[in-house]
């Protein structure tokens, strides 16, 4: 179909690896649903070979005129290096991130029924998790002040206040909207209130944000308490919100309960730009080319995508149902094969095929 004037425009950013391959065909899943304006453009390593950086200002400018950003995966062993000079795959992550002001990562996390056995931990633990993560993304250690002595470093880590509340207002907002009509969502504000300062700054404006959420329910946890409880009782949550880099552990580590880095979706949001919209997984290298990839991870992705940043939660709730549709047929691509009986190992296309037909 070719794309009418107020088609959504989504910049596909494919990437490296098996990016083009998964980014394809989540195309062709989005493509169910009507015509989308696809513009597409280079990064990473497909960037740096091309332009000699890993992104482009003229694809950050497409990506900041688009109503959203669908992402594959960047880098590979060919990019690689230790010259500090060098232009790195990595790179054109970071600076979408912060040339599109993108502060809230949302990574929920959902056993599917058909996996639930392929998960490290025993199904009694996880039956029943649904939670979603909710990391600071630009703010906290990682883009603190850094000094290095021959025995001695730094990285400082700084909060604002404006910066806790909009990533707090994020988490209360989807807590509200996952409990529907029900008004019994749970925000979890994850700190280390006992020992850092910026942590007290955290749990002092997220508690004073509660009352605007009556429906909402708020608690606090220390982060350590919350890695333990991560996975020992992972049904108790409901939303967590954090800073950067308790987050980036936490939603790792979250990541295990549902079995396979190939089924994770995320969705990386600023204030009313466009969202971007990828699988956690990196470009495995390894099979890349071979038709093997297991694209799931970025058809939840795409369903994000219709939620978060085109508001068509109706489509997404399609997207998620024909994903699990096509694993509940048997359906199971190399990295979810366990070759228990009822399974079929299919490759990149069959898997696509199944989804698109349980549309
Ligand atoms: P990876 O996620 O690419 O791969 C880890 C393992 O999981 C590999 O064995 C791979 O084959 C498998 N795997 C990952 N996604 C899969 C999928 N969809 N289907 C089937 N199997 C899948 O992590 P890595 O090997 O540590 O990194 C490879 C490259 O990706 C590196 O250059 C790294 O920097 C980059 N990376 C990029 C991102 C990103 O673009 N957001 C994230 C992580 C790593």
């Not at 040339?99 to 809230?104: Q, S």
């Not at 919209?277 to 890349?288: K, N, R, T, W, Y």
Request: charged residues 25%; glycine residues 12%; aromatic residues 4%.
């Amino acid at each position: 179909m070719s794309p009418n004037e107020q088609d959504p425009r989504i910049v596909v950013l494919a990437g490296d690896g098996i990016g083009p391959e998964i980014v394809a065909a989540a195309r062709g899943v989005l493509d169910a649903f009507g015509s989308f304006d696809y513009d597409e453009q280079l990064i990473g390593g497909a960037s740096i070979d091309a332009l000699g950086t890993p992104l482009s200002d003229d694809a950050l400018t497409a990506c900041r005129s688009s109503d959203a950003v669908l992402l594959g995966a960047v880098g590979g062993p060919k990019w690689d290096t230790t010259d500090p000079d060098a232009p790195r795959p990595e790179q054109g992550l970071l600076g979408l991130r912060k040339g599109l002001g993108l502060y809230a990562n949302l990574r929920p996390v959902k056993p599917l029924p058909a996996l639930i056995d392929a998960s490290p931990l025993r199904r009694e633990r996880i039956e029943g998790t649904d939670l979603l993560v909710v990391r600071e993304l630009t703010g906290g250690i990682y883009f603190g002040r850094k000094s290095r002595e021959p025995d001695s470093a730094l990285d400082e880590c700084v909060y604002t206040a404006a910066e806790v509340e909009r990533i707090a207002v994020a988490a209360f907002e989807a807590a509200e909207r996952r409990a529907g009509g029900t008004g019994t969502g749970r925000v979890t504000s994850v700190d280390k209130a006992n020992v850092l300062e910026t942590s007290r700054l955290w749990r002092e404006v997220v508690s004073g944000m509660a009352e605007r959420w009556p429906a909402v329910e708020l608690d606090h946890l220390l982060v350590d308490n919350a890695a333990m409880q991560l996975v020992s009782d992972p049904s108790q949550f409901d939303v967590i919100v954090t800073e950067n880099m308790f987050g980036d552990i936490l939603s790792d580590e979250a990541a295990m309960i549902t079995g396979s880095l190939g089924m994770l979706p995320s969705a990386s949001l600023g204030d009313g730009g466009p969202g971007v919209f990828e699988p956690v997984h990196g470009s495995a290298p390894d099979i890349a080319g071979q038709g093997a990839a297991n694209p799931l991870a970025t058809f939840l992705s795409v369903a994000m995508m219709l939620r978060h940043g085109l508001d068509r939660g109706t489509d997404a709730d399609r997207v998620e149902a024909a994903v699990e549709a096509a694993l509940g047929g048997g359906l199971r691509t190399a990295d979810l094969f366990t070759g228990s009986g009822g399974e079929r190992r299919v490759g990149t296309a069959e898997m696509t095929e199944a989804v698109i037909a349980a549309l």
